[in-house]
């Protein structure tokens, strides 16, 4: 009440560290762009990924038309680890849109600081106290430029635009069923995948390997319906070269269901091989 009254009330509010105090406790506006720090940092370090994804001609403008390819690059354990990471910022950034679009409407943030029932209102309907406050060297200019402040909101604008916009696209994401056997049985979506400058590095990398794999699959179909077994193996330069320079696909080759989960190497090559369903048991009781 002694401050509603005073006439040269923000002085006071400039040099009261309670005043400041129950400013930076707001519950309207400013408390919320305080607490929003956390989403405003994965925005900004998101920048690089928001940057690719809206300068990106290649797969993801083709992965954001294509329902079916949402689809799978949700389910994608490798690619979109990232954005299943950064599902919670982008879930406080929709949850912010309240608060958000007020700071946006808002021509001085002021609509939401009338409705404030603190000191915040008396600041409000004071004529001259906002340019003082904006002028204040002491608090207000750090919190200008604090990370988490009004002014990372003010800047922020394009990037907070820009999630806007995602927001079909993140919920998409966020629904998407489908998936990965998809991209596996596909080859065209494999070429999308590999030309991905951004989170599909490792796809990229892994090409090797899921070649190899794609490859090796005549080759493990015959080891499947040989009848005596490792004498064609041994003789098919291009599968067992490969099996045996390949530390890293190997493996996974031996952790892979349904194919070689037993295999062991010795100087012969693939003289035993151990629990493999169908044919490959007879391998075991001779060379």
């Known amino acids: 009440m002694r401050v509603k009254q005073d006439e040269g009330v923000l002085k006071r509010v ?26 405003l940092k994965t ?26 390819e949402f689809k799978r ?25 309240g608060g958000l679009k007020r700071v946006k409407q808002d021509g001085g943030v002021l609509k939401s600081v009338k409705q404030d029932e603190g000191g915040l209102k008396r600041v409000k309907q004071d004529e001259g106290g906002l340019k003082r406050v904006k002028q204040d060297e002491a608090g207000l200019k750090r919190a200008n430029q604090d990370e988490g402040g009004l002014k990372r909101v003010k800047q922020d604008e394009g990037g907070l635009k820009i999630v806007k916009q995602d927001e079909g696209g993140s919920k998409r994401l966020k629904q998407d069923e489908g998936a990965l056997k998809r991209v596996k049985q596909d080859e065209g979506k494999f070429k999308r995948v590999k030309q991905d400058e951004g989170g599909l590095k490792s796809e990229k990398q892994d090409e090797g390997g899921l070649k190899r794999v794609k490859q090796d699959e005549g080759g493990l179909k015959r080891v499947k319906q040989d009848g005596g077994g490792l004498k064609s193996v041994k003789q098919d330069d291009g599968w067992l070269k490969r099996v045996r320079q390949d530390e890293g696909g190997l493996k996974g080759v031996k952790q892979d269901e349904g194919r070689l989960k037993g295999v062991k190497l010795d100087e012969g090559g693939l003289k035993r091989v151990k629990q493999d369903e169908g044919g490959l048991k007879i391998v075991k009781q001779g060379d």
């Open 14 to 39: 400039k040099q009261d560290e309670g005043e400041f105090k129950r400013v930076k406790q707001d519950e309207g506006v400013l408390k919320r762009v305080k607490q929003d720090e956390g989403g």
């Open 43 to 68: 925005v900004k370090q998101d920048e690089g990924g928001i940057m690719r994804v809206k300068q990106d001609d290649g797969a993801l403008k083709r992965v954001k038309q294509d329902e079916g």
């Open 73 to 97: 690059v949700k389910q994608d354990e490798g690619v979109l680890k990232s954005e299943k990471q950064d599902e919670g910022g982008l879930k406080s950034e929709e949850q912010d849109e």
